[in-house]
T-cell receptor, first 113, second 116 residues
Framework: SQTIHQWPATLVQPVGSPLSLECTVE??????LYWYRQAAGRGLQLLFYSVGIGQISSEVPQNLSASRPQDRQFILSSKKLLLSDSGFYLC????????????FGDGTRLSIL | AQSVTQLGSHVSVSEGALVLLRCNYS??????LFWYVQYPNQGLQLLLK??????LVKGINDFEAEFKKSETSFHLTKPSAHMSDAAEYFCAVSDPRSGGYQKVTFGTGTKLQVIP
């Protein structure tokens, strides 16, 4: 069966510090990978998606970047965090096909001080 | 562009009562629709999905949803609420024109409270 791991679960960082959140998927190959940010009462906002190694697409301009160094590894990064980067970050994977659901990790709660 | 509207950010029901969570969608093409559930500090879990095979879709934990094209609705129901159903529920629509990835638009969520 497929599993998705996301870490850390919580993170408190000062403004201006760097960020690295990791996500790995097991039990499947060549998944589509996604990073979302969830704000209370606003649903999920897609930040990045990837359909293959080294292929990253950004949905919104922002202070963050993403990378996919391996088939089942997806990393969300920032060089200098802003207060507005606080939030709940979710990684997800899905198979190709628009009728396929996405499968989510347990998220990272990021607080910027 | 596709969109999803969830009516009611908070819904309260008594334990054992019917659960009805509303979702209306907007799409210029036949949509793929999903319901997800999220427990506190966890990711989203798939409850059920509509992919045009049948208009009444059954999911996990006795949840079901009916696709009504004339009403552009995909409401989620459960005959009898359990305390463990207390969570936040998200309706989502996938755009079939988005190329090689799933471009999914999520609703803003409905928090379900179950009163003992």
């Amino acid at each position: 069966s497929q599993t998705i791991h996301q870490w850390p679960a919580t993170l408190v960082q000062p403004v201006g510090s760097p960020l690295s959140l990791e996500c790995t998927v097991e039990g499947t190959s060549n998944p589509n990978l996604y990073w979302y940010r969830q704000a209370a009462g606003r649903g999920l906002q897609l930040l990045f998606y990837s359909v293959g190694i080294g292929q990253i697409s950004s949905e919104v301009p922002q202070n963050l970047s993403a990378s996919r160094p391996q088939d089942r590894q997806f990393i969300l990064s920032s060089k200098k965090l802003l207060l507005s980067d606080s939030g709940f970050y979710l990684c997800a994977w899905g198979r190709a096909g628009h009728n396929q659901p996405q499968h989510f990790g347990d998220g990272t709660r990021l607080s910027i001080l | 562009a596709q969109s999803v509207t969830q009516l009611g950010s908070h819904v309260s029901v008594s334990e054992g009562a019917l659960v009805l969570l509303r979702c209306n969608y907007s799409s210029s093409v036949p949509p793929y629709l999903f319901w997800y559930v999220q427990y506190p500090n966890q990711g989203l879990q798939l409850l059920l999905k509509y992919t045009s095979a049948a208009t009444l879709v059954k999911g996990i934990n006795d949840f079901e949803a009916e696709f009504k094209k004339s009403e552009t609705s995909f409401h989620l129901t459960k005959p009898s609420a359990h305390m463990s159903d207390a969570a936040e529920y998200f309706c989502a629509v996938s755009d079939p024109r988005s190329g090689g990835y799933q471009k999914v638009t999520f609703g803003t969520g409905t928090k379900l409270q179950v009163i003992p």
